[in-house]
């Protein structure tokens, strides 16, 4: 078991900057990646930036050079540096863990985050 807990969510002007974070516990040796997803009302959930273990990246297309996926291994904490935000990034942003052989997912609780004048 993983438990996920996320914090850095909030109301911010477009063109404003947030860093999301997501503290992970328990049975951290199995994760094999972690990400941050994104759902806005009415949508999908979205990837939109994921790490995994050896330290590659991937981003969503919409957040290539604006959004930045980091890690600190040591507080098994993985943050997600949004910079550049636009009204279009309002959602609310759920962290992800994927572990163990079967790749199971894990899920926080999910923070809202607002682009807003």
């Known amino acids: 078991q993983v438990q996920l807990v996320e914090s850095g969510g909030g109301l911010v002007q477009p063109g404003g900057s947030l860093r999301l974070s997501c503290t992970a516990s328990g049975s951290i040796f199995s994760i094999n990646a972690m990400g941050w997803y994104r759902q806005a009302p009415g949508k999908q959930r979205e990837l939109v930036a994921a790490?995994?273990?050896?330290?590659?990246?991937n981003y969503a297309d919409s957040v290539k050079g604006r959004f930045t996926i980091s890690r600190d291994d040591a507080k098994n904490t993985v943050y997600l540096q949004m910079n550049s935000l636009k009204p279009e990034d309002t959602a609310v942003y759920y962290c992800n863990a994927r572990a163990g052989q079967n790749e199971y997912d894990y899920w926080g609780q999910g923070t809202q985050v607002t682009v807003s004048s």
């Open positions: 790490i995994t273990s050896g330290g590659s990246t």
